[in-house]
């Protein structure tokens, strides 16, 4: 639970579109059926007293290696002294150390899902950001045919960062949808769950986290993880089934913990201090590029 209150706090959605599936191996194979080979047609008419048309599958060999990511944050004896009237110096400290290691993850899977050289990508009709002439369910619907006619596969969400999501809130086409669905047009009350039922996905997922390009002791660069000027329509998982078809998986080696996100605690005297780590040993991997289509320039 600590886990998941620490991402949602922060704003990071990574293990939502790219969802979990533990492995007791850090590195393995895996095989995939090509989508061609799964949606080819055959001939099913059997003529009296001949066999059955019999397929004959291809796999094509995956694989991930799981690496181990991890911070340590430091508690001094005289740091807790000073503080223990005032906050959990443990527990701030445990936070530091698992939001690091948390916006690692966030990156990973930030850079796989909007990268434009891997998963096919069309411009938006008009940026999203200019209310009137904004389409943006023109241009997610546009996406979701892109995906049923490149992999078969119905897609059922769509992921954007929060900015672009504001957008969407103040937009002509979206309120317009809302209002003669009999809902509540007022911009207060474009979620999520009032997305999904405009665009006819099951989940729309915002993201929030924020990271600081700048170098250690400059001045902070701070930026959106999720490109704001993109946006992702694609298939996710919705469970630990490595069959379901999706745009990829978090693999989570549990060979060395739990399986998630493990927090310990260490003495080190030499410093009189507690060492506070955080560390998930994991790989972002992208399983079917063409379950996925990002849509360019929507803001």
Same mark, same amino acid.
């Given at each position: 639970?600590?886990?998941?209150?620490? +991402? &949602? !706090? /922060?704003?990071?959605?990574?293990?939502?579109?790219?969802? #979990?599936?533990?492995?007791?191996?850090?590195?393995? *194979?895996?095989?995939?059926?090509?989508?061609?080979?799964?949606?080819?047609?055959?001939?099913?008419?059997?003529?009296?007293?001949?066999?059955?048309?019999?397929?004959?599958?291809?796999?094509?060999?995956?694989?991930?290696?799981?690496?181990?990511?991890?911070?340590?944050?430091?508690?001094?004896?005289?740091?807790?002294?000073?503080?223990?009237?005032?906050?959990?110096?443990?527990?701030?400290?445990?936070?530091?150390?698992?939001?690091?290691?948390?916006?690692?993850?966030?990156?990973?899977?930030?850079?796989?899902?909007?990268?434009?050289?891997?998963?096919?990508?069309? +411009? &938006? !009709? /008009?940026?999203?950001?200019?209310?009137?002439?904004?389409? #943006?369910?023109?241009?997610?619907?546009?996406?979701? *045919?892109?995906?049923?006619?490149?992999?078969?596969?119905?897609?059922?969400?769509?992921?954007?960062?929060?900015?672009?999501?504001?957008?969407?809130?103040?937009?002509?086409?979206?309120?317009?949808?809302?209002?003669?669905?009999?809902?509540?047009?007022?911009?207060?009350?474009?979620?999520?769950?009032?997305?999904?039922?405009?665009?006819?996905?099951?989940?729309?997922?915002?993201?929030?986290?924020?990271?600081?390009?700048?170098?250690?002791?400059?001045?902070?660069?701070?930026?959106?993880?999720?490109?704001?000027?993109?946006?992702?329509?694609?298939?996710?998982?919705?469970? &630990?089934?490595?069959?379901?078809?999706?745009?990829?998986?978090?693999?989570?080696?549990?060979?060395?913990?739990?399986?998630?996100?493990?927090?310990?605690?260490?003495?080190?005297?030499?410093?009189?201090?507690?060492?506070?780590?955080?560390?998930?040993?994991?790989?972002?991997?992208?399983?079917?590029?063409?379950?996925?289509?990002?849509?360019?320039?929507?803001?």
């Amino acid at each position: 639970s600590e886990f998941d209150l620490a +991402a &949602a !706090a /922060a704003g990071f959605v990574g293990l939502q579109v790219y969802t #979990p599936f533990e492995s007791a191996l850090q590195t393995a *194979n895996f095989s995939v059926i090509p989508v061609e080979q799964l949606l080819q047609q055959r001939e099913t008419l059997r003529a009296p007293g001949s066999g059955y048309s019999r397929g004959t599958y291809t796999f094509e060999q995956a694989n991930f290696v799981c690496q181990e990511h991890g911070a340590e944050d430091v508690v001094g004896d005289r740091e807790r002294n000073i503080y223990q009237f005032s906050f959990d110096v443990e527990r701030i400290a445990a936070e530091r150390a698992v939001g690091f290691v948390l916006r690692q993850h966030e990156e990973q899977v930030a850079d796989a899902i909007m990268d434009t050289a891997a998963i096919s990508n069309t +411009a &938006a !009709a /008009a940026v999203w950001s200019n209310n009137a002439n904004g389409r #943006p369910v023109d241009d997610v619907i546009g996406a979701l *045919n892109s995906i049923r006619t490149q992999s078969g596969l119905l897609g059922n969400c769509v992921v954007m960062d929060v900015s672009l999501f504001r957008h969407l809130q103040t937009s002509d086409q979206i309120l317009d949808r809302i209002k003669y669905s009999g809902g509540n047009a007022d911009p207060a009350s474009v979620n999520e769950m009032a997305l999904a039922a405009v665009f006819g996905v099951d989940r729309v997922i915002i993201a929030g986290g924020v990271k600081n390009t700048a170098a250690q002791g400059q001045a902070a660069t701070l930026g959106a993880i999720y490109d704001g000027a993109k946006c992702f329509v694609g298939r996710i998982s919705t469970g &630990a089934d490595l069959r379901d078809p999706c745009i990829g998986r978090t693999f989570l080696n549990t060979n060395d913990g739990a399986g998630s996100l493990v927090v310990e605690q260490y003495r080190d005297d030499a410093r009189r201090a507690d060492i506070i780590r955080a560390r998930l040993d994991f790989d972002v991997k992208t399983i079917y590029a063409a379950a996925g289509h990002i849509i360019t320039g929507a803001a």
